[in-house]
């Protein structure tokens, strides 16, 4: 195995220039070839597609001419497109699997690859492993051709089906409305959502309004992560327009963000909750709710209010796929900003989940705020935050191992009802423990950088307070 590519929870990514190479991606395209003979599905199609960061493109063409060369069937997307729109492809194509180059919402000196299942979600880890395997170092220089390659418009079919989960109709007739106001700002930060969102609504007679729309490859010199402290001009633009809702995807538009109509951001736990309450309030939906570890109880607090069966899994939205894959799910979402929707796929959607927001807002007729009053009425207050601690001691990766061979009785005056514990691969990814409804704390080691991430919620800002110091003085704790 080439020692230098190391495979993460979605794929590869690193730096360009450095371990992301031609040499190491012909590396990876020759054991993804390897893996599909394996498996004994390479005479099924692969397709491919890629973001706006430099060269994406043509290392998408390095890795189709790869596969091609080892005849198995390639379609190339023709263009930049959003994640969500090659995993469409990939289940409607009926292929074995998909490629997407991108690097997600990393800085813009990243790439990586994304590994698409067939089912149009991210592959589960222990299919991930089995390709790390195949890695080589001896498989260079490579044969290339491009006899099996299908150049194709993969954007038309996704739009298309969008609207079998999205009420086009409902769009249309709130912005034809003399007395609303179908009005949004876009920000695609220079990213893979060009200007998708806002064609798709002016088609249906909204004023939407797209700033960095064309992808950059330096994404405007911000990092593509669509949190408050990178979207100061779609704060700024959504405040002094008429808009009712800015919308923000990241660098390959499979995460969304949002912020109210005065340009205050709406934080991916909110986002959620009004996710989760259009979806049974307006839309009628029903099914299982599925969140990460970090995203707040009163997601829980509100599906089971309905009735919903819902699921707390572990951070990495291929653990929401994974329980997607055997319930009928409503709704997945995650602390990132990545939420997943009935009758779509297994698999975040920033497109889609932008979509959703402007729906909720046509068929409620209500603004974020008071949809949000709506949900602080049958839930309470969201109390919530996480800090990431510097941690560059050789033994990050033994204190959530160590967290959980101690008894923690107690996080300060509060009394520890239950702990879960997280793992991939053997190792602890993650420690939560449970005080009560809305009372918890959740410690993870990152597996890519120098930090222990620590998130709370409590039932007021101080509880919070509390309980991430506590996360602190817990990994600091001598060992036993």
Not at 54 to 75: C, M, P, Q, T
Not at 298 to 314: G, I, P
Request: with cysteine; aromatic share 10%.
């Amino acid at each position: 195995m080439n020692a230098s590519i190391k495979f993460g929870t979605d794929g590869w990514r690193a730096i360009v220039g450095e371990k992301f190479n031609e040499g190491n991606l012909s590396r990876v395209a020759a054991a993804f070839a390897s893996y599909l003979q394996e498996k004994k599905v390479s005479n099924k199609p692969v397709a491919i597609g890629f973001d706006g960061r430099k060269d994406s493109n043509n290392y998408a063409r390095l890795f189709a001419e790869i596969l091609s060369e080892r005849d198995i069937n390639v379609y190339l997307s023709s263009s930049i497109i959003p994640t969500p729109v090659l995993s469409y492809a990939v289940k409607q194509l009926q292929c074995s699997s998909g490629i997407m180059i991108t690097a997600s919402h990393n800085p813009s000196n990243y790439n990586g690859v994304k590994f698409k299942a067939s089912y149009g979600g991210p592959f589960m880890s222990e299919e991930t492993r089995l390709i790390e395997q195949f890695v080589r170092d001896d498989v260079n220089p490579l044969q290339r051709s491009d006899k099996r390659i299908t150049v194709t418009d993969f954007l038309p079919d996704y739009c298309e089906h969008l609207k079998t989960i999205i009420d086009f109709s409902a769009l249309q007739h709130f912005a034809s409305r003399p007395d609303s106001n179908a009005s949004v700002m876009i920000d695609s930060m220079g990213g893979a959502g060009q200007t998708i969102l806002e064609d798709i609504l002016t088609r249906l007679g909204w004023r939407a309004q797209t700033i960095f729309g064309e992808p950059e490859h330096r994404f405007y010199d911000r990092s593509p992560e669509p949190i408050e402290k990178n979207l100061g001009p779609l704060l700024y633009n959504t405040r002094v327009t008429d808009a009712v809702l800015g919308l923000a995807t990241d660098g390959d538009a499979d995460r969304c963000s949002v912020v109210y109509e005065d340009g205050k951001w709406m934080t991916a736990q909110e986002n959620a909750l009004a996710l989760l309450w259009h979806l049974h309030e307006n839309k009628k939906w029903n099914g299982a709710v599925i969140k990460s570890a970090s995203v707040t109880d009163k997601v829980r607090m509100l599906a089971e209010r309905w009735n919903e069966k819902t699921y707390d899994v572990s951070v990495g939205f291929k653990y929401i796929t994974e329980v997607m894959l055997k319930e009928d799910f409503m709704f997945g979402a995650e602390e990132s900003g990545g939420f997943g929707f009935k009758n779509h796929l297994p698999e975040r959607d920033g497109i889609a989940a932008g979509l959703m927001f402007a729906e909720m807002i046509a068929l409620s007729g209500k603004s974020l705020y008071r949809i949000m009053d709506d949900i602080r009425g049958m839930v309470g207050e969201l109390q919530y935050d996480r800090v990431d601690v510097p941690y560059d001691k050789p033994d990050r990766g033994e204190i959530l191992s160590e967290l959980k061979s101690r008894h923690i009785p107690s996080l300060g005056k509060y009394a520890v009802g239950s702990i879960s514990t997280f793992e991939e691969n053997g190792t602890s990814t993650g420690i939560k423990f449970f005080c009560g409804d809305s009372r918890w704390l959740l410690i993870r080691s990152s597996q890519t950088e120098p930090l222990v991430r620590i998130y709370a919620e409590g039932q007021t800002g101080d509880e919070v307070k509390e309980f991430l110091e506590e996360g602190k003085r817990l990994i600091t704790l001598p060992k036993v």
